[in-house]
Antibody, heavy 124, light 107 residues
């Protein structure tokens, strides 16, 4: 079955860049029926959509983070990545990667497969 | 951005109870509303997509309804494994947004 796995440093210093990679197994990231997302959740709080990418490289970012976010895809490795620059302590959270479903008419549906999440702490 | 609200924020129920959670969007999102279940320390798991469609493998005691701005998630007979936090999410327009969550615990 399809599985997603986040990887990257668990500790990042303030003002530095947070970098995470999501490795997809059991399916090709090049499938046109899906989009590939990053979502985060501070401890004890709700979920925040960060952005997503299609295998074509087309991206969509949350305006609240847009100036600091870059999502990229490497189809040869079946991976997609997140970079978040100039991080403050408020970026401390569990970061999830997830697969989103696109309907046959091109509309966005749900996030149907999620990684287990990785905790990133921003601290000196 | 489309704001999502949920009510109640928490509820206590017995095993076997019928439970209903409400989600409201700040503008019409047609039927682009999804429901997720999250247990402590775990990733969210989708239950319902497109307001009323059950994802494969999800028990039939879960159901969703609504369109436009008002939606509900119903658990027809609460089971021990259903005690969790439930989130709604709109996928009508970016930025996708989530409701604040409803915590369902044991009475």
């Amino acid at each position: 079955q399809v599985q997603l796995q986040e990887s990257g440093p668990g500790l990042v210093k303030p003002s530095q860049t947070l970098s995470l990679t999501c490795t997809v197994s059991g399916a090709s990231i090049s499938s046109g029926s899906y989009y590939w997302s990053w979502i985060r959740q501070p401890a004890g709080k709700g979920l925040e959509w960060i952005g997503h990418i299609f295998s074509s490289g087309s991206t969509n970012y949350n305006p609240s983070l847009k100036s600091r976010v870059t999502i990229s895809v490497d189809t040869s490795k079946n991976q997609f990545s997140l970079k978040l620059s100039s991080v403050p302590a408020a970026d401390t959270a569990v970061y999830y990667c997830a697969r989103g479903v696109v309907s046959s008419s091109g509309y966005y549906y749900d996030l149907d497969v999620w990684g287990q999440g990785t905790t990133v702490t921003v601290s000196s | 951005d489309i704001q999502m609200t949920q009510s109640p924020s928490s509820l206590s129920a017995f095993v076997g109870d019928r439970v209903t959670i409400t989600c409201r969007a700040s503008q019409s999102i047609k039927n682009y509303l999804n429901w997720y279940q999250q247990k402590p320390g775990k990733a969210p798991k989708v239950l319902i997509y497109a307001a009323s469609s059950l994802r494969s493998g999800v028990p039939s005691r879960f159901s969703g309804s609504g369109s436009g701005t008002d939606f509900t998630l119903t658990i027809s007979s609460l089971q021990p494994e259903d005690f969790a936090t439930y989130f709604c999410q709109q996928s009508y327009s970016t930025p996708f947004t989530f409701g604040p969550g409803t915590n369902v615990d044991i009475k």
